[in-house]
Each structure stands twice: as structure tokens, then as C-alpha cells.
């Protein structure tokens, strides 16, 4: 995973979306796959946003094992009729080995979520297919621990890796859900061949600091941004104080093209 052994940039190609560093591109949509018309409703606005890669989880990694736990294969089917009706490609979370087959049938990208980054068993799991994985850092997770990680996915011949940087623990996490690494993105670009993806979703946890966090994110460099979004955000069952309303993601969305032109 060194630029020492790969100099090139690795570009990963799905069937709408070209991932690298000189482009800036939107993975969008909810925290959670809720339902077939709130996932297909939410895939209208993510598209009219730019994203060309739709987000949601189906199987959710949970802080508590009393929250909504998410729809499972019926919310992989929901997220894939979205994606194909707007003519967009799916991310979605993969968090178990066992299910990396069942995954695979419908998404475009595989999700590690910062839960799962040193799941050494589901790392190599996807490092043994053919589809690209977003790797999520993990909340306490050094930028040598995240390397380390997608070499276990790389090791096993699966080089469609995108790196997301999606904020870490630190001393103050009072205001904030966690604390944004910008200077990671930049210090990955460097260190790596990967693409590098900003998540101020849930780098901030805060709806209200989603947009400047996704400016600085794209002024850091970052190939594309990785946002929840939500008609509803008080009815959201994950992650709703975070969630963008679609006029404020359309917004967010242009105001971070714009700074990506100046790039
Ligand atoms: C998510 O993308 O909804 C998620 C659970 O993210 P993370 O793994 O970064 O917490
Ligand atoms: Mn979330």
C-alpha cells in the first residue's frame, strides 16, 4: 500500500464513477436504509446533488445492540433498485466475512466501517474479491494502523482500495462526535496510492458543521465526500442529528464543487 512500491495513483472505476484524486466525487444518501420509499426518495436527492454513488447501510454497526440494527438483505435489494432507477452506483457496509458474498450481490463498494477496520478476517475477505472497498479509519486508529489495514485487503490481490477519513477520538469530543483529521488526507495522498474520501458526517456528528468541514475537506484535497442525508432527520432511526435536508445538501454539494475548481 506504499507509494514507494505503486508511484501511479490507483483510479477505481464502477460503473458511474471514476475514483482518484483529481476529481471530487459524492457518495450521498441516509445513515440507514429505512424503507423502499424513503431509500428511493432519498436517491432522487442525493443524484440531484452530484452524487454519483448512493450510500446506505442495511446491516449497522451499532453502539447499542437495542437500536434499529438495519433492514439486511431486504434493505440491500431497496438500495440497489434506488441506485439502478437514478442511474447510480451503491456503497454500502459489509460487517461480517460471512456475509461478504451476500454483500457482493448487490453492491459497488464494499464499506468497512471504522468498527470493523481491524477486522483482520473481514479485511481479508474483501481483499479476495474484486470489488472496490472503502476502508473507514477507526475512531482510535493511528494513519499507520489504517495503512496497515489496507494492506491486509491489498495483500490478498485487491488493490480497488479508497481510504475515508471520518474523525478520531481525541481529548475533546464535547462539542463535536469526534475530532476531523484534515491533515490525513493530504498526509494518505502522500503515503499512499489510494484515493482519500472525507466523511464530515460523522466526523462532526452535527448537521450544522457538516458543510464547513466538507469545504476544508475538499480544500485538504479529498477525491470525493462521503454524506448522510435525510428528508426528516428527528424521524431518522440512525444518525439523524448529523443528516443533511436535501436543500441544505444541495447547497453543501456546489459550494464544495466550487472550491474544488480552484484546486
Ligand atoms: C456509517 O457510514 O453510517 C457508519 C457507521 O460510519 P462509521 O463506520 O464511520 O462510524
Ligand atoms: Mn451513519
Known amino acids: 500500500s506504499s507509494r514507494l512500491f505503486h508511484p501511479e495513483d490507483i483510479v477505481i472505476r464502477t460503473p458511474h464513477t471514476v475514483i482518484d484524486n483529481n476529481h471530487l466525487i459524492i457518495m450521498a444518501g441516509p445513515c440507514s436504509v429505512e424503507s423502499r420509499e424513503h431509500i ?11 452524487a454519483t454513488v448512493l450510500r446506505g447501510g442495511a446491516f449497522k454497526p451499532r453502539t447499542s445492540p437495542y437500536s434499529f440494527q438495519g433492514l439486511g438483505e431486504t434493505g440491500l435489494k431497496y438500495l440497489r433498485e434506488a441506485a439502478d432507477l437514478n442511474g447510480m452506483d451503491v456503497v454500502t457496509e459489509v460487517m461480517d466475512d460471512e456475509h ?5 450481490k448487490y453492491t459497488d463498494i464494499f464499506q468497512i466501517g471504522a468498527r470493523n477496520m481491524q477486522n483482520f478476517s473481514l479485511l481479508k475477505a474483501v481483499g479476495k474479491t474484486k470489488i472496490p472497498v472503502a476502508l473507514k479509519r477507526g475512531m482510535s486508529a493511528t494513519i499507520d494502523d ?24 481525541t481529548f475533546d ?14 498526509v ?17 456528528g452535527r ?10 475537506g475538499v480544500a ?13 432527520p428527528k ?3 440512525s444518525d439523524g442529528p448529523q443528516a443533511l435536508k436535501p436543500d441544505t445538501y444541495l447547497k453543501m454539494t456546489q459550494q464544495a464543487q466550487a472550491i474544488r475548481t480552484l484546486m
Open 235 to 237: 424521524r431518522a432511526l
Open 146 to 169: 489504517l495503512l496497515n489495514a489496507a494492506e491486509y485487503i491489498a495483500a490478498g490481490g485487491n488493490q480497488q482500495i479508497m481510504l475515508i477519513e471520518r474523525g478520531i477520538r
Open 207 to 216: 448537521w450544522d458543521l457538516v458543510t464547513p468541514m466538507a469545504a476544508a
Open 40 to 50: 428511493l426518495k432519498m436517491a432522487a436527492v442525493a443524484k440531484q446533488g452530484g
Open 173 to 186: 469530543n464535547k462539542y463535536t462526535r469526534n475530532t476531523f483529521d484534515v491533515a490525513a488526507i493530504p
Open 188 to 204: 494518505l495522498q502522500q503515503l499512499t496510492p489510494y484515493p482519500v474520501i472525507a466523511d464530515p458526517s460523522h466526523a462532526v
Open 100 to 104: 461478504v458474498p451476500l454483500v457482493a
Open 220 to 232: 485538504a484535497g479529498a477525491a470525493g465526500l462521503m454524506v448522510e442525508i435525510h428528508d426528516d
